[in-house]
């Protein structure tokens, strides 16, 4: 009997309403990931009320031993990458939007760094001077103000906690992740600030983005919740 090979990167990619593209994306991620070996795509259905559920279930059956899904009631892109997370059987687990703001193929870029480094974390930044990304001002802006806030509050040896792209050993991840409380938008940052007191080795990569991502709108409403979470976050990190 030939044993199953060992899988050696789980892509945890969680989506919310993206039936119309969700098929391209994860053929055009598969189409990187079959240059490493053997891997998994875990896409994560956040409860979307079009027909993403279908797409998945479709993409699964299509591409069986590559694609796994897990459907969840609507949570939260933080609840959603700790399911994924928790589910993964790869030595290592990246984050990957299924969007493609960020291309897949630089998982490869990602898997080559954390070789040379030995790193147990690559995580991707926009603030890198080697990144390419086409944002709007008004995003520049609230970019550098929470890049202030965070490196006054945790001092993280990264600029940039928001990224959608991120590589991560799974053991030490899972740990990370059993620490966190986060569901949405600041598990990003609290992972990382888990790993560091895990001791984990964390080096930053540069990213490019499409230049046809679309920016939503951020208002004070939200800004203010950000401002918030975060600050829950440090005082949950500080006990």
Known sequence: MTATPAIGLSVVMPLYNEGARITSSVEQTLGALRMLGPFEIILVNDGSSDNSGLEIARLAEKYPGEIVTLDLPRSGKGEALRQGAQKARGEFVVFLDADLDLPPEQILFFVAIQRVKKADAVIG???????????????????????????????????????????????????????????????????????????????????????????????????????????????????
Do not use: N
């Open 125 to 239: 930044s926009k603030m890198h001077p080697d990144s390419t990304v086409d944002y709007p001002l008004i995003r520049r802006v609230y970019s550098l103000g929470y890049f202030c806030l965070v490196k006054f509050l945790f001092g993280l040896p990264v600029r940039d906690t928001q990224t959608g792209l991120k590589l991560v050993r799974r053991d030490l991840l899972v740990q990370a992740l059993e620490k966190t409380e986060s569901r949405g938008f600041t598990l990003d940052l609290e992972l990382l600030v888990r790993l560091v007191q895990l001791g984990a080795v964390m080096v930053e990569a540069p990213v490019v983005v499409q230049h046809s991502m679309k920016f939503g709108g951020i208002g004070l409403p939200i800004v203010w919740q950000i401002f918030r979470d975060t600050w829950r976050v440090w005082r949950r990190v500080r006990k």
